[in-house]
């Protein structure tokens, strides 16, 4: 599976350039080169239709014609994009780099470092619930300042991740590991109608008493509901058929803090989140009857914008 493109360029004949859709272009009608749709890059592309493939439909989209390569700075060439992301920066501690490159060459981006990051993030944003608004809230804007650096580098593969989808340049450059070991990529990707599967692994790491890792999940934010200490971002749902013969419908809600972080989140666009999921207690083990549906509601926090990116696809 090669790097899909939701967008182009065609150049026509009459030397007009102009950005078509995946969806709704038309080669019969639209004659012209099709060129990547990043502007420093002259890579032709082909139109593949939406088609199925095996059981999975596969949505229309571009594709690079076999001998076509990205321009170096094209934000679709992958390789380049990884190395660029991973160049070491001096405000980085030794080994406390996000993204490592191993020695087969392939990025590891460290989950645990930007997770981490992430915890004291929220410390310090929760310390500025407390009171003492003055003192406390320099001292969120100095903890941002420290983490800024790790977690920009992760917000870049995150956004790498949602630019190109579920590809398998994507997963030749990069590899996901946490606390050490590498998450294998269906652990941590769930793209969009994948939340059952989420619950699925949610419900195996319970059944074996394995923490909770990572996960990077595409969601559609709903509406906000403000509570005292943050604001939660309802979430469109999800119906799963379940064993017991009834449906579960399960509910992500984003918990945010500062709670100013969920006024970016809502307008039912889909994003891209990357965050540790927090199922309500008991809520891994419903067991609808036939013709009920229970509710399972899959908490996930967002202390940073850098934890989020628009899906495009
Ligand atoms: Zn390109």
Redesign the pocket.
């Known amino acids: 599976m090669a790097l899909k493109m939701p967008k182009a360029r065609l150049a026509e004949p009459s030397g007009v350039v102009t950005t078509v859709n995946a969806d709704s272009y038309d080669k019969a009608t639209r004659p012209g080169t099709l060129l990547?749709i990043?502007n420093r890059?002259d890579?032709r592309l082909k139109h593949v239709r939406r088609h199925l493939q095996g059981h999975s439909k596969v949505q229309a989209h571009f594709a690079r014609n076999p001998n076509a390569v990205?321009?170096r700075d094209?934000k679709?060439?992958v390789a380049a994009t990884v190395t660029r992301i991973s160049d070491r920066s001096k405000r980085f501690e030794p080994d406390r780099d996000p993204i490592d490159v191993g020695p087969d060459g392939t990025a590891v981006f460290r989950l645990n470092i930007v997770f981490e990051a992430l915890a004291n993030l929220g410390r310090t944003t929760v310390a500025d619930d407390a009171g003492d608004r003055d003192r406390e809230s320099v001292e969120t804007i100095a903890g941002d300042r420290t983490l800024t650096p790790y977690l920009r580098r992760a917000r870049a593969v995150l956004a790498l991740l949602a630019r190109l989808g579920d590809s398998d340049e994507l997963r030749s450059a990069i590899r996901i590991s946490y606390g050490g070991a590498v998450l294998p990529w269906q652990d941590f990707f769930y793209g969009p109608g994948e939340l059952g599967r989420l619950y699925d692994r949610l419900r195996v790491l319970d059944g074996r008493n394995k923490p909770i890792h990572p996960v990077a999940v595409v969601v559609r934010p709903k509406n906000v509901l403000n509570t005292v200490r943050d604001a939660v971002v309802n979430c469109k749902s999800e119906k799963l058929r379940v064993e017991s013969g009834g449906d579960l419908r399960i509910v992500p809600r984003l918990a945010c803090r500062p709670p100013a972080l969920a006024q970016s989140l809502v307008d039912l666009r889909p994003y891209l989140v990357c965050t540790i999921p927090r199922p309500r207690r008991g809520d891994l083990n419903l067991r609808p009857a036939p013709g009920a549906t229970a509710f399972a509601d899959v908490y996930m926090d967002v202390v940073s914008r850098n934890q989020f990116a628009l899906w495009p696809h």
Do not use: L, R, V
Request: aromatic fraction near 12%; proline fraction near 0%.
């Open positions: 990547c990043d890059c890579a990205h321009a094209c679709f060439d």
